[in-house]
């Protein structure tokens, strides 16, 4: 076996994917997180949201967090509990939990504050059949995309993996968006023909999403895998190109600016080199919301998606930011940290979901706010590292 061959491949692989961090000008240019003990009284609007409404999600993340030995007196707790109000359940919450500011640190730069996105889960149009009319595919994962865990080769590079084919002898990157188009790997993969391809470029986005067949069925596509390239904004793009400022990039904008140049469709979601691949599954309960990455129903209004490599997944958490089209109408509320995503990413960065539908989809489309966060922690014990 040739292995030094194999691990430089692996290492250019690695450089050329979003799986691996950047090189940075000095270490200070990293952020870090940092936990500031606080009382639930400093928390903005802690007496004034409507706790109980958070009781389905918490009950859902503790069929998780309960297997974890730091979790389990809480998460005992609440399989023993019948709340019947909001004020029991704040009650509840602040015996068993101890609330931490999450801070942003970069090297001597402390920050409260950071962004908060929307996102929702979209009804769109397809057909399982190509014609005029679908003709934007979505994706089941490819048998031949390959997932390297780099620390099996490469102890230093623990958590870090990479994506990619094999092409003759040498490890490549997956196709890209433009390429996937012409990728003779992916013939055969496709799962609908939608007939909108912002419609379906969002779908990616949101990461799952209902498709309305033209039989009058109606599926549920849920996030499968990703072909390893880093998510590029396309908002971030067209501010780029001089269309519109970034203070002007929402969903809204972008859609209409498409609709009136649709020679430029290709190129704008192009410019987002990321691909992602579902699964399908029946919509046996419409009332029920797709899978998060802790793989339980999300809850509209009560789960929201943060950056694990920062951030406890499956964690309680209070949020405090600005409703979406709403002027300066505060949104602070007790949430689970049920989901993660591709563009998430930092200490203080979260992705509210609004759930299902068209409604939740204008709200999300609007939802650019800064905002603070605090991580719900069990007492006694160290808060996440």
């Not at 704040?90 to 500011?101: I, M, T």
């Not at 929307?118 to 994706?139: C, H, N, Q, V």
Request: proline share 8%.
């Amino acid at each position: 076996m040739r292995i030094f061959p194999a691990l430089c491949c692996l290492v250019l692989v690695a450089s050329l994917t979003a799986c691996t961090t950047p090189r940075r000008a000095t270490p200070d240019a990293a952020p870090t997180v940092k936990f500031e003990a606080v009382r639930f009284s400093q928390l903005p609007g802690w007496r004034s949201d409507d706790a109980l409404a958070a009781w389905p999600a918490i009950v859902s993340t503790c069929g998780v967090l309960g297997r974890r030995v730091e979790w389990q007196p809480f998460c005992g707790a609440v399989v023993a509990a019948s709340p019947g109000d909001a004020e029991f359940v704040r009650g509840f919450l602040e015996q068993h939990l101890q609330p931490y500011k999450v801070l942003r640190v970069t090297g001597r730069k402390r920050e409260k504050t950071g962004l908060v996105t929307g996102y929702f889960e979209p009804l769109i149009f397809g057909s399982r059949t190509r014609d005029a009319k679908y003709s934007t595919p979505l994706y089941r994962r490819p048998d031949d995309l390959l997932i390297v865990d780099l620390a099996e080769v490469i102890p230093e590079l623990k958590g870090k993996r990479v994506r990619g084919r094999v092409d003759g002898n040498k490890v490549v990157p997956y196709y890209s968006r433009a390429a996937s188009r012409v990728a003779p790997g992916l013939a055969g993969h496709e799962i609908v023909w939608i007939d909108n391809a912002l419609d379906a470029f969002l779908l990616e986005v949101q990461g799952s999403g209902r498709v309305q067949l033209d039989t009058g069925e109606t599926i549920r596509l849920q996030y499968a895998d990703q072909n390893g390239h880093p998510y590029r904004s396309i908002g971030r793009y067209l501010a780029d190109q001089g269309v519109m400022t970034i203070d002007q990039v929402n969903m809204p904008a972008i859609r209409n600016w498409l609709a009136a140049n649709p020679q430029r469709v290709n190129e704008v979601l192009d410019s987002n080199p990321s691909v992602v691949f579902f699964d399908e599954s029946p919509l046996t309960d419409p009332s029920i919301g797709p899978r998060g990455a802790q793989g339980l129903p999300l809850t509209a209004g009560r789960s929201i998606a943060i950056d694990p490599k920062f951030l406890p997944l499956g964690a309680p958490m209070f949020l405090s930011t600005t409703q979406p089209g709403a002027g300066e109408l505060p949104l602070q509320r007790l949430v689970v940290a049920q989901d993660t995503g591709g563009a998430i990413r930092g200490p203080i960065r979260a992705d509210f979901f609004f759930g299902f539908g068209s409604e939740a989809g204008a709200q999300a489309g609007m939802m650019k706010h800064d905002g603070e966060m605090w991580v719900l922690w069990p007492r006694g014990i160290a808060p996440p590292k």
